[in-house]
Nanobody, 115 residues
Framework: QVQLVESGGGLVQPGGSLRLSCAAS????????MNWYRQAPGKQRELVAQ???????SYIDSVKGRFTISRDNAKNTVYLQMNSLKPEDTAVYYC?????????WGQGTQVIVSS
């Protein structure tokens, strides 16, 4: 079955960096787009970044120039490099993919940006 396992979250000071990883299994990883979402306390989950099977990428405006999504198809892993972190980036970050009508989520990894 499809499994998505995130890692790499933690507590970081404003201006710091983190790299999130999402290890995928149970499907043909290289054939599917992968997404990173986040959900801050009291807010709706939002799409942060996408990477297509062909490696084209897109980002929400608030993270452009600071976050980079990438994928390693040999390792079935998608990454989110987060630089110049701000307190408003504090959230649980989720890895996501879709196969037709089916949507899959990881368990999430907490990112806290605070001094």
């Amino acid at each position: 079955q499809v499994q998505l396992v995130e890692s790499g979250g933690g507590l970081v000071q404003p201006g710091g960096s983190l790299r999130l990883s999402c290890a995928a299994s149970g499907f043909s990883f290289s054939s599917y787009a992968m997404n990173w979402y986040r959900q801050a306390p009291g807010k709706q989950r939002e799409l942060v970044a996408q990477i297509a099977a062909g490696r084209s990428t897109s980002y929400i405006d608030s993270v452009k120039g600071r976050f980079t999504i990438s994928r390693d198809n040999a390792k079935n892993t998608v990454y989110l490099q987060m630089n110049s972190l701000k307190p408003e980036d504090t959230a649980v970050y989720y890895c996501n993919t879709r196969r037709g009508k089916d949507v899959y989520w990881g368990q999430g990894t907490q990112v806290i940006v605070s001094s």
